[in-house]
């Protein structure tokens, strides 16, 4: 009885990653299985039950058919290239086919050193795992692209963070695949051309199919990365996401959101908020997203140029026009999703998307409770609610006024429901669920979870969830800490 491996980046050459182990842990405890999405996964549910799972997910067991390795990859972590990063604390068991037909990674975080560990032990803090866990699955609910949450288990030993001795843990990451912007950086640093053809290839092939039929796959596939990426980063900015630490090694060719380290949802609204300890400037803001989005995009065009064309500026020239679609595509997605939470009509002007915002940031009203307080107004509730979130009453009403001409009411009301969530991974409630699971109180963590499970229904037990935190729950900053 094992996971039902079927492995192809374990494939390609070995100079693609280090074929690695994890390292054994002590006394592994599993806190939570995702049952429903490891029935998605086609995992036997005997396997699900069984001692192996605990022996396999927390690295003590190779199970038949994994060929666990560590990836490598470069990236651009805040503007500044490393031409080599890679895993440092994650490990690549191996892939599954699922039942809908698409393949997934099953990766270990905090596993244990690897040849790209460079000064870390390779290990994770129970927090991070919590978080993780926490927030990918948040991002599912909401209907965000993401990487998803299989097991979260306690591995008995304890780890020097930050702030201390805290106990470890490691985590289980379900992805479409790992490969990043950086994946492609890690050879293109190389000036190692076949390398980057067989990645553009395997890629094409696994996530972009259509690309292999174009007249330039390679342009093919930038095109294919710059609508996924446009879509994914105004989905983020839809619900308030930070993700905080957008360097290209945390961007996913796939479009899916990945490596959630620092992220955090808005409440106060505040274009330049953010969240992360160490994004001093405000490169990550939640109102800068898009443009960095951009930015790591080109520079995934940076690696394509070889294969694009022979001639080095005619090369350029195609990628920049593919890259210049990428200012209309976000802003389409950006504005879509904000009509659909405003209720307005696809003609309607996106003034009123930048006067609501421009309300909200007066008084930096909270994010997710505007929206939410305005769709149970639209459908038929009081309007005090809605009010109360404001002191000046004057510049409400007249917003008010403004939104009732052109939004496009009553049929606008699902739209709204389905775009604007009740509940939203608060920060305080997060960081709650990680200092009880500190002091082995894992109750608030499988509630958390439980409550986003379905973010956009009306939920008396999970009311409390919906709250926001008392003066000394404030979260200012986070932290990676794995």
């Known amino acids: 009885m094992s996971l039902p491996f079927d492995n192809t980046y374990s494939r390609l050459p070995e100079h693609f990653f280090a074929r690695q182990k994890p390292a054994p842990v002590p006394s592994p405890k599993l806190l939570k299985f995702n049952e429903r999405l490891g029935e998605e996964l086609s995992i036997p549910p005997d396997w699900s039950k069984s001692d192996e799972l605990l022996d396999t997910l927390s690295g003590n067991h190779i199970t038949n058919g994994s060929e666990p390795i560590a990836q490598a990859y470069a990236g651009h972590q805040f503007g500044h290239l490393v031409p080599q990063l890679g895993d440092g604390r994650a490990i690549l068991l191996g892939e599954i086919i699922a039942r809908n037909g698409k393949r997934y990674d099953i990766q270990l975080k905090g596993s244990g050193q690897t040849p790209f560990s460079r000064d870390g032990d390779g290990k994770s803090a129970l927090g991070p795992v919590i978080r993780e866990f926490i927030l990918s699955e948040a991002m599912h609910a909401l209907g965000v692209p993401s990487t998803r949450a299989l097991a979260a288990i306690e591995t008995g030993e304890v780890v020097w963070r930050q702030e201390g001795r805290v106990p470890g843990g490691v985590f289980t990451r379900v992805a479409s695949s790992h490969i990043r912007v950086g994946t492609f950086q890690y050879f293109h640093a190389r000036n190692d051309v076949e390398a980057l053809r067989e990645l553009v290839d395997y890629t094409i092939d696994r996530h972009y199919p259509d690309a292999a039929d174009d007249e330039n796959p390679y342009l093919g596939l930038l095109d294919?990365?710059?609508t996924a990426q446009a879509r994914l980063i105004a989905q983020w900015m839809s619900i308030g996401f930070i993700h905080g630490?957008?360097?290209?090694?945390?961007?996913?060719v796939s479009g899916e959101t990945i490596d959630f380290g620092p992220c955090a949802?808005?409440?106060?609204?505040?274009?330049?908020?953010?969240f992360s300890s160490i994004d001093r400037n405000g490169r990550y803001a939640w109102g800068n997203q898009g443009n960095i989005g951009f930015w790591n995009l080109a520079r995934f065009a940076e690696t394509l140029l070889p294969l694009i064309d022979e001639k080095e500026e005619t090369a350029a020239t195609k990628a920049e026009s593919v890259l210049a679609k990428f200012p209309d595509r976000f802003g389409s997605e950006y504005s879509g999703h904000f009509k659909a939470k405003l209720a307005l009509p696809d003609h309607a002007p996106d003034d009123i998307i930048k006067s609501s915002l421009e309300l909200l940031a007066r008084e930096e009203t909270d994010f997710t409770l505007f929206f939410r307080r305005l769709t149970q107004f639209a459908d038929g509730g009081p309007r005090s609610p809605l009010e109360s979130l404001f002191?000046?009453?004057?510049?409400?009403?007249?917003?008010?006024s403004d939104w009732e001409k052109q939004a496009d009411l009553p049929s606008g009301i699902q739209a709204m429901a389905t775009a604007n969530p009740i509940r939203i991974p608060r920060n305080h409630r997060v960081?709650?669920?990680?200092?009880a699971a500190y002091?082995?109180?894992?109750?608030?963590?499988?509630?958390?979870?439980?409550?986003l499970e379905n973010p956009y229904d009306e939920s008396e037990e999970f009311s409390d969830i919906e709250s926001l935190p008392q003066p000394h729950e404030v979260v200012e900053k986070t932290f990676c800490g794995t």
């Not at 949802?265 to 953010?274: L, N, T």
């Open 245 to 252: 630490v957008m360097n290209t090694d945390n961007t996913a």
């Open 431 to 435: 960081e709650q669920a990680i200092q």
């Open 224 to 226: 294919h990365v710059v």
């Open 439 to 451: 002091r082995q109180d894992y109750a608030p963590f499988h509630r958390l979870v439980d409550a």
């Open 391 to 400: 002191k000046d009453s004057t510049v409400f009403k007249q917003w008010h």
């Open 265 to 274: 949802f808005m409440e106060g609204f505040y274009p330049k908020c953010v």
